[in-house]
């Protein structure tokens, strides 16, 4: 059972509140995040233009250049690990607030990070092969497995259920039932309306619409029943 608040009806004033309370914690993970993309976008581009560099009126230098720009893009890929990584905790730390009443200072959100790393790692790995696979499908069905991941990263970090079994059970949790359902459409609009946001703020207002939008939802996800 989690704490009485996750079954309180969700609002914008309740997931402002709770947001405000984790302040600390959200600003450390998006500057984390932040830092981490930039280092490895950096890798990447200095990578590329040294191997251009080098290359320049030799031999092969178009090969010579498209294999640097290869291993460019090899430089920057563990970097975005790392960042994605990080970045889930803006949904898990939603997920821990709502399980037990407490606010989640940045101390115990890296500590249950570092926890169980590869866990969350493959469990990254499954979302977005299923999702990528979704989306190149057809956009539908890799929005539906998209809207699943609040309900899926709380089943990874609050049990120790198998992570496909987490998977299959989120995916029924949502669409296996009219409750579940609807919380899938409360979750599309606060996403639509997260978009709207960043859009009218040159997305700096992402930086608070996104973190605000995990807290609702994830009381949402308890409320309607998808989460116990």
Known sequence: MAAEIAYEPPSISKAWAAFLAHIPTILLIWVVTIVIGVIGVVASLALTALGVGLSSGAAGAESAAGLAAVLG??????FTILSNLVGVLFVAVPAMHYASGEIIDTEAALRVLLHRPVRYLLAGVLFTVVAVVGFVLCILPGLAVTLVMPVYVNKVFLTDSPIPEAFSSSFQAVYGSPQGR??????????????????????????????VATFYIQNAAYHRGVLS
């Open 73 to 78: 893009n090899l430089v920057q890929l563990p």
């Open 182 to 211: 609807i919380f899938a459409g409360i979750e599309l609009l606060a996403w639509l309306l997260v978009l709207v946001v960043s859009i009218f703020t040159c997305f700096l207002g992402s930086l608070v619409a996104v973190p």
